[in-house]
Structures are given as C-alpha cells and as structure tokens.
C-alpha cells in the first residue's frame, strides 16, 4: 500500500483574517501546511495569541520565530509613532520596513529545512496598496530570486510564492474564508488590540476589517473594545 | 559653508576576514558606514566579539540583531551537525538555510530606517562556491526584487547591493584589506573558534583563510587553538 503524501507548503500566519485565510485556502488546496509566525516586537501582542488560535483550529504546526525588529524601527506598529485613526494618504506610518521581505526570508529558510517548495503569505494589494510590499512585481521579483537562494534551487526545484489574496477585496476574502469554514473571531486584525484581543475599532486596520463583513453581507464576529459586541 | 555629507551604507559584518574587508571598501569608496551584524544562534560566537572588535577599529556604529536560526535549523553551524574537518564535495553542511536571503533582507530594513541607499556583503563567489547565494546571479536577482521592496524604492531611489569581493581569491582579499589598513589579528572566520576566539586551524573557514594567507604572501596573524602561533 502506499501512503499518500502531500506536498509540504509553509504558510505565514499573522493572526490576522488575511493569513487565516491563506492558511485555509493552502490546507484546500491539498498541503500539508507548516504555519509561521514572527516575534518582531509588534505593539499589537495579541495577533500572535491569535495565530496560536487559528493554527489549532486549522489542526496545523506553528513555529514562532522572535526577531525583534524594534531595534531597527522606523513603524508606528514597531516605535512609539502613534497609530492614525483617520484615513491618511500614501505609504502609511503603520509600514514595517522591508517587513515582507523579511517574512518571505525567515519562511523561505523553514521551507529548505522542510523539503517544502511552496510559501503562503496573505498579501493583498487591493486594500494595502499603500504598502510596497504587497504588490504583484515585488512576489515575482522575491519569487525569482528565492529560486537561486537555496540549496533546493540549485538542485532543480521550483519554489513558489503563492498570493492568493493578492487580487481580492476585503468582501471576496471573507467569503472565501467562510465558505472554507474560517472562524474570524480567532482572528486579530486591530493595530492596537488590547490584552484581550478586542479591537480598536477606528485604526485602518479595522475600518477595513468593518467594511468588508459589511459589504460581504456577514455578521461582523469582532470583538471591540468600547461597543462590546460579541463574544 | 556647505557641510559634506556623505552618503550612508549599511554594512553587513559577521566579525570574519571578508566582511571587515568589505566594510574597509566601504570607507574607501566615501560611504558613511553603519555596521550590521546578526546573533543568529551560531555556534562560533566568538565571531560576534571579533564584529565588535572590527567595528571599533574602523570606527562606525554597529547594531547587533538577535534571530535565532537555531529555530529553523538545518546547518552544522546552528545546529548540533558535526562541522566536518576535511574538505567535502557539494554544498557544505556548514551552509545556513537562506541565511545570506535573511542577512540582506534585515540590512535592507536598516537601510530604509537610515535612509540609505547601498548595502556591502563580503560574499565570495570564488571560495564558496558551494553556497548558493554567494553567486552574482543571487546578488542580482535580490537587487531586483530589493528595488520593489521599500518606499525609498517606490519613490525613485535606486538600491545597490555591492560585492566588492565576489570575484577575488582569499589571497586578493587579504591583500586588498592588508593596503586599506584592515587588522586581521582582530577577525575570526572559524566555525569552531573557542572562547578566546582561537581557530580550530582543521575546518574548511580555517582551511582557505590559511591557504589564503600563504598564497598572500603574509605573515598569518591568526591565533589557533593547538599552536598558540601568535597573539
């Protein structure tokens, strides 16, 4: 009898409803998923608690790497630069240098360690347009050159990126993500959650978060700080 | 009166022969150098002193950043693999899994906090040609991708990842770095220094960076662990 294997994906998983459900959409897709997390002193603690949620619910392995990025600065989710709560334009404050670059590295090195040729990361260049690394030419660029970083490259493997949010609004992911059995009260969106997870409510974040369970026509499952509205 | 101010650089120091070469090129080409070197759980830790030591000498300031790699695992030089102590064929176990991809990717967000447009690595194409992302195709393709990567990118500036010692033999190394003035009796390459920072004088680091000086034509200021050579 053979035993059927699955090809190994390493997904990155912020705690976040995106990486939720990229996670979701890998396990579809038929991989045996690795999930990752990074430790990079972000203000917002409890979507690491968080992705410790969605990985059990999803039956997954996370790792937790701590890199604490604070020492290199530059973000309003990293420095004592106060998160805006009103709409701002361009690249925002909230932007973590070179921060998927960095995510992409770390999950690229576990990918080696594993034998694993494919890498999830939950960009989305709809809603984050403002932010560099999150669009399409940066995942092929990161694509091209990961495929000459490794040992599994020189030997002939094809390592792949996959962005399966990239094209979609923040409605089109919440559907996905329900109709693939996503519990988002696991998830933490909110740049400045409190201890408990509960949302903020007025950071970009969770205007976005709001606004797409409003326009996918799905209850709003949030937990927020002042309104308490759910549990 | 118009103060010169010179353009900043990250440079990426590991404490070893070629990095505090680089960083020497560096000074010479009128960069303002910021020194970056990354605790990543390697078992030579004596390398990490030796980054302190060469950043001192040449002046600049150097930011230490702790990333466990021992986490991933995956390398002789993270984890518990015998480093080996003769020559060996192929990719050596003493590669660490991404870890020029991660390097990079961690001076790249140093350099976008700085403002800084150039980043040195002291890769070697010649003598490792075993590690994958030694190779100019590498550096290439992850200039590429780091032009997409940040802000500065999408607002026009143009990232330079420079190599100056891509293409020279250890003896050209160290012959370059002896006319800028570089002290090698403070730089460790070992895989295996002890405390004290004395090399094994057996691993392949050991091996070339010997050879190295020999075909230099230099007295090898090197301290080993049996000989007690020199101090």
Redesign the interface.
């Known amino acids: 009898m053979v035993t059927d294997t699955k090809d190994k994906a390493v997904v990155l998983l912020s705690g976040g409803l995106d990486s939720a459900t990229a996670l979701a959409i890998a396990q579809q897709r038929g991989f045996d998923c690795y999930a990752l997390s990074v430790d990079y002193g972000q203000r917002h603690r409890s979507e690491l608690e968080a992705a410790v949620r969605v990985a059990n619910a999803a039956d997954v392995p996370l790792?937790t790497?701590?890199?604490?990025?604070r020492?290199?600065?530059?973000s309003a989710l990293t420095d004592d630069i106060e998160v805006p709560e009103s709409e701002t334009a361009g690249?925002p404050v909230t932007?973590?240098?070179?921060?998927?670059?960095?995510m992409?590295?770390?999950a690229?090195?576990?990918a080696?360690?594993l034998g694993a040729d494919d890498i999830f990361i939950g960009v989305n260049a709809v809603d984050y347009s403002g932010y560099?690394?999150c669009?399409p030419?940066?995942i092929a660029?990161?694509q091209?050159?990961?495929r000459?970083?490794?040992?599994a490259?020189?030997e002939g493997a094809e390592l792949s990126i996959h962005t399966p949010l990239i094209d979609l609004t923040k409605a089109e992911i919440i559907r996905r993500g329900i109709d693939l059995g996503v519990d988002y009260s696991l998830t933490v969106s909110c740049y400045q959650a409190d201890r408990e997870g509960r949302a903020c409510g007025m950071c970009d974040s969770c205007r976005i978060r709001r606004e797409g369970f409003r326009a996918a026509g799905i209850p709003d499952p949030t937990r927020y700080q002042a309104s308490e509205s759910s549990g």
Chains 1, 2 share one sequence.
């Open positions: 790792k790497l701590p890199l604490d990025l020492a290199i600065g530059g690249i932007y973590v240098p070179a921060r998927n670059t960095i992409l590295s770390l690229l090195a576990y080696e360690v560099p690394d669009r030419e940066f660029a990161y091209q050159m990961a000459l970083a490794t040992k490259g020189v």
